[in-house]
């Protein structure tokens, strides 16, 4: 179709599609790059070298990133598995239990956490744990970052959910199912890839949290994004970098996973 | 029952309300025994909701449901010995062909090496022994169809619902399926209740209708009755074509009516309990029980003007004006053409009726 | 369809009506206890009084709110006058998410309707790269985004090579890091509500347009604008309330003459320096214009579905 002819498009969309690309993409890469930098200062590009990515690990650092990293994927394994569990069970709720007055409230309830700014809810959440007279620490991380997971598991569950038919769930009853068994047997297995998106999206979104976490935490408890946050305080260095690259790969191979398991459709 | 042949299902005085809606306005009706019964209807009649209250997936408001003599309307639908092929099938897509089969099989307790075997012989009743390892996905509409109704005859029910289970299906296959689907309910002698909007397919398959119209019944009987002797305005014009004409009753004796058009003839039928001698009522007339001729040639004859001719494969459709603006259309088998005469539009033609053509309707 | 699905179609689907109270119970008991309740904690908190090391003492006051808006002097016993050290914080941070935003929006309704006329096989590849990025640690985005706008990054590194410039730019430490960080870490946002917009709309509308001799640009601003409207309202809106109450882009990327609210109210609840009620009174500011402004966004969006 000649530019003339068509309404559709316009001259320059285009390019600033590539210039919004750029600007996404640009600082990721760029610090991609030098995190394979040999020198030691960030400013000048010595060629290339794996050190830093040995400093991670075998570094004056490597404790403190160490501790922090299996807080942070264990805290994230955990909350992501209860909040999808959770938010399996309040999608079954909404989307298969008919209309009913709480609903709307409920849908309210689950989608709160975004809603409520992020510094809001740390500053509550801190309060609250306060009030309570929890010790900060590793729990008290745990149980926020449980909360503020289930809207993200929740989404695609829902979505997932809308989008099956409930003559399967009928149909499976029509055949001498019980309830349960029509949900084990029939339900669960086609909302799979939903439930799977669902939790690697809280996943993430555990991994990646900085804010609540800074407030929730002890003393001496750390995730990685504050270990790095603390670190960066004090200047930037090149072992940031490499952790910042090994994260962003583990978040990009997250995210395409949940892609291509969302877009698997089991009801064709 | 005082009835020899045995009820299968027994509607009771059957309401089903959605709020201020009513779907179904107490419907009472009898399903017999290895009968294959139609609920015929246009959308939103309420016949869906009737087979889905059977079936258990929607409750009764009021009234009751009787399964060969028990109550079943306040069992949920995997108590209930009824299997339903559903209108888009709903074939569990992550499960092959012989694992929906066997589903129903092996949620009654059946052994999974059983339930296997006995899907292994569903699928040959169906004719898709070769597709058994296949995903739903990977067949045709056709082969899903047969799918599902191998996985609803499975665990051999005592009654089978079918949701307009051919409307996907293009119209060739719907037709070599009408026919199987016939062959099957006779070969397993299990009572197939079947919903459908197609007034063909329902005439073509049952073995009694129902015919259904804004939540009401409005008339049950074998597929040549309903065709034959509708009784009111919504039956007639709902089954196959038909001349309606505003005609008044002028007298009734001896259960014949006589019956005067607008233009001022005057036909004489048989008289119907409810019509009474003044009343402004409708008649029908299939087109197919008219035939045309330069001459009065039948006691119940009219005079009209022929206004055009339409070509119908089949059959020749005449359209022809009678005075007081009343038209008739007559249908002429074309294999007839050699002894009924094709009159050119307008020329004066005769309207003739067969005997018994002309049917009195009830509103 | 036919049947009954204009009956036994129009109610939910309930297949699992009657366990529905049982299968909302954890998400109910976990988001009150730990969001709602909380919210509600903190309203109590900032009217409480502050204790030195942080935490509060069980004495109500309006002291929290008070030196929000209010200055009565180093003694506190001067006539009392408006306060603008944290209203000029809270403007800032408007202003700064409202520029963050606008620039959001530049660079992503071309982007949305761009990505929105594609293919519909390449469609969700673009979707795809573009949400790629807000699923990366939005810390490391800020602090990559840092590390290229240096004085002695990345960026100043190549134009200075190029001859462009002679003089880094100074970006870092400026409201333009600020504006930058913020549109960088909330663009998918702006994208994603506008493409799910443009994606709905019936170009053959476009080509009526076109038919009855509008211009491009007129028919864009005539036609497309007013029926993607609902999109890049909540695009707008999307951006710029986790904008306004950001913390790591303006932290990172803005130094001390920048200090936005998210900066102000972490300060109250670090260190010795904290003052809890004021940090609490500081978030229930915050969290009102937030909910104010979603209520007007939630009022718009109805207003729209009702006269499509």
Redesign the interface.
């Known amino acids: 179709m000649s530019a003339k002819t068509d309404?559709?498009?316009?001259t320059?969309?285009?390019t600033?599609?590539f210039?919004?690309?750029f600007?996404?993409?640009?600082?990721?890469v760029?610090?991609t790059i030098?995190s394979f930098n040999a020198s030691p200062s960030?400013?000048v590009w010595e060629g290339f070298s794996l050190r830093w990515y040995g400093d991670v690990f075998t570094g004056p650092e490597s404790g403190k990133f160490k501790a922090a990293a299996i807080n942070s994927f264990s805290i994230a394994l955990i909350a992501a598995t209860l909040a999808t569990?959770?938010?399996t069970?309040?999608a079954?709720?909404?989307?298969?239990?008919?209309?009913?007055k709480?609903r709307t409230l409920?849908l309210g309830?689950?989608s709160?956490?975004l809603?409520?700014?992020?510094?809001?809810?740390a500053?509550?959440?801190?309060?609250?744990f306060?009030?309570v007279g929890f010790t900060r620490g590793y729990m008290t991380i745990l149980?926020?970052h449980?909360?503020?997971c289930?809207p993200f598991a929740?989404l695609p569950i829902q979505a997932r959910m809308q989008g099956i038919e409930?003559t399967y769930?009928?149909a499976a009853?029509d055949l001498y199912a019980t309830?349960a068994q029509?949900?084990r047997r029939v339900l669960l297995p086609l909302m799979m890839p939903g439930i799977i998106s669902g939790f690697l999206?809280a996943f993430?979104v555990s991994?990646?949290d900085?804010?609540i976490t800074?407030?929730v935490k002890g003393a001496g408890v750390e995730t990685l994004?504050t270990a790095?946050?603390g670190s960066?305080k004090q200047g930037?260095k090149p072992n940031?970098?490499a952790i910042?690259t090994m994260?962003?790969a583990l978040?990009?191979v997250?995210?395409?996973l949940s892609?291509f398991v969302s877009?698997t459709d089991n009801t064709k | 029952m005082s009835d020899e042949t045995q009820i299968a299902v027994d509607v009771r005085d059957a309401v089903k309300r959605?709020g201020d809606?009513t779907?179904l306005q107490r419907i009472s009706l009898g399903i017999r025994d290895n009968e294959f019964f139609t609920l015929l209807g246009?959308?939103?009649?309420?016949?869906?909701?009737l087979?889905?209250m059977i079936a258990g997936?929607?409750d009764v408001t009021e009234g009751a449901i009787f399964l060969y003599g028990e109550e079943i309307e306040d069992l949920p639908p995997h108590q209930r010995p009824v299997n339903t092929v559903f209108?888009n099938y709903a074939l569990f897509p992550h499960m092959t062909v012989t694992e929906n089969v066997s589903f129903g099989l092996e949620m009654r307790g059946a052994s999974k090496a059983d339930a296997r075997t006995r899907a292994g012989e569903m699928l040959e009743l169906v004719q898709l022994t070769q597709f058994a390892a296949r995903k739903p996905s990977q067949l045709s509409g056709g082969q899903q169809q047969r799918v599902a109704l191998a996985r609803a005859l499975a665990p051999s029910p005592k009654v089978l619902l079918l949701?307009?289970p051919l409307?996907a299906l293009d119209l060739k296959l719907r037709k070599a399926m009408q026919i199987e689907l016939k062959h099957i309910q006779r070969e397993t002698g299990i009572t197939f209740i079947f919903?459908t909007?197609d007034q063909e397919e329902a005439l073509t398959m049952s073995d009694r209708i129902a015919v259904m119209s804004a939540g009401e019944m409005q008339q049950l009987g074998d597929p040549r009755d309903i065709y034959e002797t509708p009784r009111n305005m919504f039956v007639a014009d709902f089954i196959g074509d038909t001349n309606l004409l505003d005609v008044s009753v002028e007298a009734i004796s001896d259960g014949r009516a006589t019956c005067k058009l607008s233009g001022g003839h005057r036909l004489t039928c048989d008289a119907v309990d409810g019509v009474n001698a003044g009343a402004k009522v409708h008649l029908s007339v299939r087109p197919e029980r008219l035939f045309l001729s330069d001459q009065p040639t039948a006691a119940e004859s009219l005079q009209g003007t022929v206004v055009e001719n339409i070509f119908i494969g089949t059959d020749i459709s005449t359209i022809v004006d009678v005075p007081g603006g009343q038209h008739f259309t007559v249908r002429t088998s074309n294999s007839d053409r050699g002894n009924k005469r094709i009159l050119d539009p307008g020329t004066t033609a005769y309207v003739n009726m067969e005997p018994g053509a002309a049917r009195l309707l009830v509103d | 369809?036919?049947?009954?699905?204009?009956?036994?179609g129009?109610?939910?689907?309930?297949?699992?009506?009657?366990?529905?109270?049982w299968?909302?119970l954890?998400?109910?008991l976990?988001?009150?206890l730990?969001?709602?309740?909380?919210?509600c904690?903190?309203l109590i908190?900032s009217f409480l009084t502050k204790e030195f090391r942080g935490?509060v003492i069980w004495e109500p006051t309006l002291a929290a709110y008070d030196q929000f808006f209010f200055d009565r002097g180093l003694f506190g016993d001067d006539p009392p006058k408006i306060e603008w050290t944290y209203i000029t914080i809270f403007w800032r941070s408007i202003w700064q998410a409202g520029l963050a935003t606008i620039l959001s929006l530049i660079?992503?309704f071309?982007?949305a309707?761009?990505?929105a006329?594609r293919p519909e096989r390449t469609r969700?590849l673009w979707v795809?790269?573009?949400?790629?990025?807000y699923?990366?640690?939005?810390?490391?985005?800020t602090?990559?985004?840092?590390?290229?706008l240096r004085d002695?990054?990345?960026m100043n590194d190549f134009l200075i090579s190029t001859g462009l410039i002679d003089d880094p730019l100074r970006i870092v430490n400026t409201n333009l890091a600020v504006q930058l960080g913020l549109?960088?870490s909330y663009?998918?946002f702006m994208?994603l509500p506008i493409y799910a917009s443009v994606e709905r709309y019936n170009?053959a509308m476009?080509?009526a347009?076109?038919d009855l001799y509008a211009t491009?640009w007129t028919?864009?601003r005539r036609i497309v604008l007013p029926a993607v409207k609902p999109g890049v309202i909540a695009g707008c809106i999307l951006v710029f309330?986790?904008s306004?109450?950001?913390?790591?882009a303006p932290d990172?990327l803005g130094g001390a003459k920048n200090f936005m609210?998210?900066s102000l109210?972490?300060e109250q609840?670090k260190g010795n320096a904290g003052n809890?009620p004021f940090?609490?009174a500081a978030?229930m500011v915050?969290?009102t214009m937030?909910?104010i402004l979603?209520m007007i966004f939630a009022r718009q969006q109805r207003r729209a579905e009702a006269s499509p």
């Not at chain 1, 600007?23 to 990721?28: F, N, V």
């Not at chain 3, 369809?1 to 036994?8: E, L, V, Y």
């Not at chain 3, 795809?128 to 990025?133: E, G, K, R, S």
Request: include cysteine.
């Open positions: 309404v559709k498009n316009y320059g969309f285009r600033l599609t210039v919004c690309l600007i996404l993409y640009a600082p990721l760029v610090v030098y960030i400013t569990i959770i938010a069970s309040a079954t709720a909404i989307v298969r239990g008919g209309i009913f709480t409920s309830l689950i709160l956490p809603m409520v700014p992020e510094i809001v809810l500053v509550a959440t801190l309060i609250f306060n009030a149980v926020a449980i909360a503020f289930i929740y409930d769930e009928q009853m309830k029509a949900f999206l993430i991994l990646d900085f804010i800074n407030f994004p790095i946050f960066v930037l940031i970098m910042s994260l962003l978040s990009i997250m995210v395409t892609y877009k | 959605y809606f779907a246009p959308s939103g009649c309420g016949k869906t909701t087979l889905r997936f929607e209108q949701d307009e409307s919903v909007h | 369809m036919a049947g009954g699905a204009a009956t036994g129009s109610a939910a689907a309930d297949t699992y009506k009657s366990a529905r109270h299968l909302l954890p998400s109910w976990v988001l009150v730990v969001v709602l309740a909380p919210v904690m903190m908190y935490g660079i992503g071309p982007t309707y761009f990505i006329t969700a795809f790269l573009v949400t790629i990025p699923w990366v640690n939005l810390l490391i985005r602090v990559s985004m840092k590390f290229l002695q990054g990345p549109f960088y663009l998918p994208v170009f476009s080509e347009a076109a491009k028919t864009l309330v986790p306004l109450g950001a913390f790591l990172l609210i998210g109210i972490e609840f809890w940090g609490a978030a915050l969290l937030v909910l979603l």
